[in-house]
């Protein structure tokens, strides 16, 4: 095999940990050689590294997550202020329609003349 370039040798799909792989160094000048396991040490190192930090991460994120699931906001003020409105308009719309039917007639709002006959609105005047 020493007469046998390294492009002319056969290509195998699947490194085993112990197949030794062909390394040049440029910086020192020197061809080396290396096993597939110890190429990817510095690999499985990142990988098991990152494996942890996503773990955590997803921890983190069910703690949150059931943080706001159990959160107890109270949104009680904000609807009963805007129920409290709405009351209020229906009130008022209540009380301007729901003239009692038998009264007949008039007055005035800002110079316009609401008249009402049989307890229905009959005329504005502006």
Partial sequence: MADTK???LNSI???GNNDILYIVNPTAGTSNKITYQNLLSGVNDSITTLTTDVN????KVLELSSNFESAN???GPLTTDILTISGD???L?????SRPAGVTDSFVIASSTFTF???????VTL
């Fill in 56 to 59: 955590s991460f997803t921890t």
């Fill in 93 to 97: 719309s209540a009380e301007f329609n």
């Fill in 6 to 8: 390294v492009s002319d």
């Fill in 89 to 91: 308009v229906i009130t």
């Fill in 117 to 123: 006959l049989g307890g229905q609105l009959t005329s």
């Fill in 13 to 15: 799909t699947v490194a």
């Fill in 73 to 75: 906001i109270d949104v």
